[in-house]
């Protein structure tokens, strides 16, 4: 199973549906492609609603009307076609596959999940989030249970800036040191299913303390998106074997290098001073070398 480009968008721009918004989504997820020969009447007639609510829907995923919705749907399905073929889900992962079939597999999907992110970065929102990073004091690194060890990678990645950076593991701390924070401090937060009630918690209190927010969440509908001043909603396809989860470190992961190698070059000679005095420090724990002198 492929993914599917029109269900992806809509979990990730239509969150809070109206009767009239799921009757719209169910019919698209199912036609996927067949949309690309459809008028506007013709898809208000075949999902059942009227042309105005096609209209406001097409608006509510970021489009300008229908016309430039089906010319981003046909742009999407000639790269689709001009893939490599074959491309799976980990749900297509069997109990007798061989270990080299799974490994194929997990590959294929992993690139499959990179191009579908491809797909829906936004420049003005990287632009945004960049904007608060440069002008940062500090930078914060938060989340809890897996999302706490997506955000020590992050904090350990932008320890090589120039940047003052900290994490914090433990949940009582971090609602205690979201007090001391203020308008020139970025905070991101990390929660995949958007609701751990923890880090929903701390983003509160960091809105009473004035601190910038980037939230990253696989879900549209978090509460977390209300209190940030830039969230990025990294969707990944729910399959087996808690394999969502692992999935979707692959896009943090992504997004955090994207944002890492921007700040750096930002401000590259300062950044490189950091980063060469971590080395300095670090040269100690170096084989051979005599750390009394």
Known sequence: MAFNYL?????????????????????????????LTMTITQLAHASGVSETSIYKYVKKLGFTGYGDFKINLASNAARRQN??????????????????????KVVQYNVALLHDF????????????????YDAHSLTFIGQSGSSAIAFDSY????RSKYPCNYIFDYHIQLSYATKLGPDDVVFLFSH????????????????????????????????IQLSDVSFVLFTEEVAAKAESMSSKILYTTLT????????????????????KIRNALSITRAGINTDK
């Open 7 to 35: 269900e992806s968008l809509i979990k990730r721009k239509i969150a809070n549906r109206t009767p009239i918004d799921k009757k719209i989504s169910d019919y698209l997820v199912v036609a996927d492609d067949g949309v």
């Open 83 to 104: 893939a490599e073929q074959g491309i799976t889900v980990l749900t297509d992962i069997k109990p007798n596959d061989q270990p080299i079939d799974i490994a194929q």
């Open 118 to 133: 491809s797909d829906f970065i936004d420049a003005d929102k990287l632009n945004k989030t960049l904007g608060l990073m």
């Open 156 to 159: 350990h990645k932008f320890l």
């Open 193 to 224: 299913s958007g609701v751990t009630k923890e880090t929903i918690a701390v983003g509160k209190q960091l809105l009473k303390s004035g601190a910038k927010i980037i939230t990253l969440t696989g879900s549209p509908a978090s509460p977390l």
């Open 257 to 276: 290098d994207i944002l890492f190698l921007n700040l750096m070059f930002h401000d590259e000679k300062a950044n490189q001073a950091a980063t060469q």
